[in-house]
């Protein structure tokens, strides 16, 4: 059943090659392995066969791919990809270069030290998260961070806050990250300070805020990991809110070569 199912979309496939062919779109596979590996591409992960893509006697530009889908002609060179992030590439026979921006949520690690307090998120009555003080006291959360293995090596990386202030008064606040990142067999020394830049609380409690710091990747590959701290500081010169700030989540941006493997 499986090899007839092939079969009838590798025929699928072929017609809608010959239709993109004489409409200029794409250039003629010469024999029938092309056209079997242009289906697998198409059917399993287009940007995973790199060999597929670049044996095509010419390049496939501005092309828009939707996983499951044969390519077809689109102005704008970006792919579109199972998971609706986009990113922008040229294909063609000098080789195949791909980056997308991708994210990792990441989830604190349950130590406790001066750990925020848990608060109850707008009226909801029921949701909580960890609320950082704005007073007196310096709260953190400590994060472990493994880099995929399609990031690209020596590329940065912006860690970032989403939260939201917790009442409706002025001010600011800057959220700190402290940071080691080293390559597998590396020694952890001295933590970095990142801080980002301040972020007006707005006046209205409970509204989306987002923070952000771009850490350098000089040096670095996806052989690595991060330990990090992130904090607030009520002392700090820039931070003048003085209420809770809540945490919604914790994120990593990063550069990804999706044709890369590790």
Not at 100 to 111: A, G, S, Y
Not at 141 to 154: E, K, M, R, S
Not at 167 to 176: I, P, R, S, Y
Not at 203 to 219: F, L, M, N, Q, Y
């Amino acid at each position: 059943m499986a090899i007839n199912i092939r079969f009838k979309g590798i025929i699928g496939t072929l017609a809608q090659i010959i239709a993109d062919r004489f409409a200029g779109r794409i250039a003629w596979a010469t024999d029938i392995s092309r056209v079997i590996m242009y289906y697998d591409a198409t059917n399993y992960g287009i940007m995973a066969r790199r060999d597929v893509l670049e044996s095509f006697e010419a390049g496939i530009q501005d092309a828009t791919v939707t996983a499951g889908q044969p390519m077809v002609a689109g102005t704008s060179g970006r792919y579109q990809t199972q998971d609706a992030e986009t990113f922008r590439t040229t294909i063609g026979a000098a080789g195949t270069s791909s980056v997308v921006t991708r994210e990792m949520i990441i989830q604190p690690l349950p130590i406790t030290n001066a750990a925020p307090g848990v608060v109850t998120v707008g009226p909801s009555g029921s949701m909580r998260s960890f609320g950082f003080d704005g007073v007196t006291q310096v709260e953190e959360l400590f994060y472990h961070v493994d880099l995929q293995h399609d990031y690209i090596a020596g590329t940065d990386i912006i860690p970032h806050v989403h939260w939201m202030p917790s009442t409706n008064a002025a001010g600011d606040v800057v959220w700190q990250w402290d940071y080691q990142w080293v390559e597998t067999g590396g020694t952890f020394g001295a933590p970095t300070n990142a801080p980002c830049a301040a972020v007006a609380a707005g006046g209205t409690a409970w509204v989306d805020k987002r923070s952000e710091v771009t850490i350098s990747g000089a040096g670095k590959t996806y052989n690595s990991r991060l330990l990090l701290r992130l904090f607030r500081d009520p002392a700090q010169a820039g931070d003048t809110y003085g209420a809770d700030a809540v945490l919604s989540s914790v994120g990593v941006h990063y550069s990804a070569n999706p044709l890369q493997a590790g």
